[in-house]
């Protein structure tokens, strides 16, 4: 039996973990190169249409990951105009015309500035666990290759930045940390499950500090 999809939760203060996958997972249709531009250009379309935070982006085979803060509270209007852009450009460049995201997308909110620069870490990282990229550098269609200039078009504002945090950001996690942190994404806020070791509650900061306005 399918899960009952959980309530938005609209809110100005925490960013926003999001993944939304193709239909039926399928790959993108067109050369990741050639997606990663029309995924810029949708964010720039989107941006233009309901401003946001863009904090990082992971782009893969076949889904995203987003990390946004909706100072307008506006997570859903953002989302409809920015998948929908991706979707109608994908079908309009491979000459196919079934859409390529389904509306629902999956988001949890972060309240927490140690858990959120955990998931930072475990996003730049998925090229990896994929087995398609060495380092987090190593991968060009995430955020870490953004330009300036490609930056103020989106709007993009990190919270922590790869230069300044590289060997902690290209540290690897261990299978059960993977498996934590995926469960917590899930929840409508960030959390751990009660049954987390206290070791891996304290690698990955379970002191319940607040993130801090930038």
Not at 13 to 26: A, D, L, Q, S, W
Not at 31 to 50: G, R
Not at 102 to 121: A, E
Request: charged share 25%; proline share 5%.
């Amino acid at each position: 039996m399918a899960m009952p999809r959980k309530s938005l939760i609209r809110q100005s203060k925490f960013p926003y973990h999001v993944i939304t996958r193709t239909n039926n997972r399928e790959w993108f249709p067109l050369p990741m190169f050639q997606v990663w531009d029309l995924c810029k250009e949708a964010l720039i379309y989107a941006q233009s249409k309901c401003m946001v935070e863009i904090n990082c982006f992971v782009l893969m085979s076949n889904h995203y990951h987003m990390i946004l803060t909706t100072p307008n509270e506006d997570i859903d209007i953002f989302m409809r105009f920015f998948n929908s852009r991706f979707s109608s450009l994908l079908a309009k460049n491979s000459n196919r015309i079934n859409q390529k995201f389904s509306n629902r997308y999956r988001w949890s909110i972060i309240d927490n500035q140690s858990y959120l620069k955990n998931v930072y870490r475990y996003l730049y990282q998925n090229p990896i666990r994929a087995g398609i990229a060495e380092s987090c550098g190593d991968y060009p269609y995430s955020s870490l290759f953004i330009t300036s200039y490609e930056a103020r078009l989106i709007n993009f504002r990190p919270h922590f930045h790869y230069a300044d945090e590289q060997t902690y950001f290209e540290r690897r996690f261990g299978a059960d940390t993977i498996s934590i942190l995926k469960r917590a994404l899930k929840h409508p806020r960030f959390k751990l499950a009660e049954r987390t070791p206290s070791y891996e509650k304290m690698l990955l900061g379970y002191a319940d500090t607040l993130c801090k306005n930038r």
